[in-house]
């Protein structure tokens, strides 16, 4: 394979200019051309691709966002809109991508594949670590470190003011930035998607720290959790505790930003190596990954439909420390 395409999709992560850093060194090592396409999928089909060197990603390994800008592109979902990014490939002569996302991207990545045969690797970028194949994606430990020092800073105020504070984590339908951050943040609940803690349940827990002379607590809320947002949460639990003082933060895209961590900066390097490699050795259609410290191809197939579970130990613990308020 002579020239290859790299681009990031979705939302984006810190660490993925890291990851297109290793992936333009490593093709150019390897004496392939590379070329970058700008705004994900929208960017393919539209033809916004240009030559890299390796001077393009200088001064990028500690930046957050991506150089290479990103998007959820709804018209790489119509079979016109994948003809046309095809088509694009074709005029600049690109034979293989490594695509840079989480699952909505590596979807249409496989869609991309059975439709046009264009091999694609995938590394797995995204801050909610919801991708199966891989023990972490790329931005999720820096995502973490910010929303725990997000915490560290309300945990102050909460406790000088006697106040109850509901603070609502990303992770779309995934509990895994929940779960560490309140376990880091020293949480007094965290309700996670993957446990079902109801709203008479926040209260009883509640009702129990008061018993406790507890005078302030944190309860970190994922999103897409059935119990409903934060402020849902919120609302009901001011409905039934008429004195409690309550307020309610959502980190919201904090957390998608910053410099990445140096975790992360080391995880997206090896996932951009390996991808470009395995690309150039002929792979298609699968995402690295790095499980136990190992690196490791995953079906961008299993990558997707597989459910990643989050750690056994982690739920019990929280579960442990949820269920003390019983007490
Ligand atoms: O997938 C990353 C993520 O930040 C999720 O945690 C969140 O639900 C979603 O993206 C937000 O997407 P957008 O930036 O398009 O609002």
Known sequence: MKRVGVFTSGGDA??????IRAVVRG?????AEIYGIRYGYNGMIKGDIFEMNSHSVSNIIQKGGT???SARSTK???????????????KF?????????????????????EEHGVPIVGAPGTIDNDIYGTDFTIGFDTAVNTAIE????IRDTADSHDRIFFIEVMGRDSGYIAIRSGIC?????VMVPELSTSVEDVISALENEKRRSKTSSIIIVAEGGEAGSAIEIA???????????????TLGHVQRGGAPSAKDRILASRMGLSAIEGLLNSRKNVMAGVMKDELVYTPIEHAITIKKSLSRDLLRMVDIFNNRYKR
Do not use: W
Request: aromatic share 8%; proline share 1%; charged share 25%.
């Open 14 to 19: 810190p660490g993925m200019n890291a990851c």
């Open 27 to 31: 093709a150019i090592y390897h004496g």
């Open 67 to 69: 150089i290479l800008k």
């Open 76 to 90: 790489f979902m119509t079979k016109e809109g994948r003809k046309k990014a095809y088509d694009q490939l074709q």
């Open 93 to 113: 002569g690109i034979e293989g991508l490594v695509c840079i996302g989480g699952d909505g991207s590596f979807t249409g990545a496989k869609i991309f594949f």
């Open 150 to 153: 997000a915490i560290d800073k």
């Open 185 to 189: 943040g020293g949480a007094e609940l």
């Open 235 to 249: 609302g009901k639990v001011k409905n039934k505790l008429k004195e409690a003082d309550i307020r309610v933060t």
